[in-house]
Nanobody, 120 residues
């Protein structure tokens, strides 16, 4: 499975960005996809994830109410709509995919990172 992430950039605090992650290759059987992020000097953390079959979602407390994850199964693509961005959201964002729910702690598939920079 190959994951291609896009949509990062520079935005002012309070602004919005939408990230996209397109999956290709052996996508049959993918259980879920999600977004992680890693800020300078910090560990990688989960931001949001979605179950492709049900649309069930999970959000980190730090982004609840501001970020929305969605999917388009026909396009094998997930999106992360980020609103009310804060400087602390600045990080490299990574897309990931898993084949089972138990794989969320260490996803098997990763996309390249896309940098999100929020200026104050």
């Amino acid at each position: 499975v190959q994951l291609q992430a896009s949509g990062g950039g520079l935005v002012q605090a309070g602004g919005s960005l939408r990230l996209s992650c397109a999956a290709s290759g052996r996508t049959f059987g993918i259980y879920g996809m999600g977004w992680f992020r890693q800020a300078p000097g910090k560990e990688r953390e989960v931001v949001a994830r979605i179950v492709l079959s049900t649309g069930g979602t999970y959000y980190a407390d730090s982004v609840k109410g501001r970020f929305t994850i969605s999917r388009d199964n026909a396009k094998n693509t997930v999106y992360l709509q980020m609103n009310s961005l804060k400087p602390e959201d600045t990080a490299v964002y990574y897309c990931a995919a898993v084949r089972t729910s138990s794989n969320w702690r260490l996803p098997s598939y990763w996309g390249q990172g896309t940098l999100v920079t929020v200026s104050s």
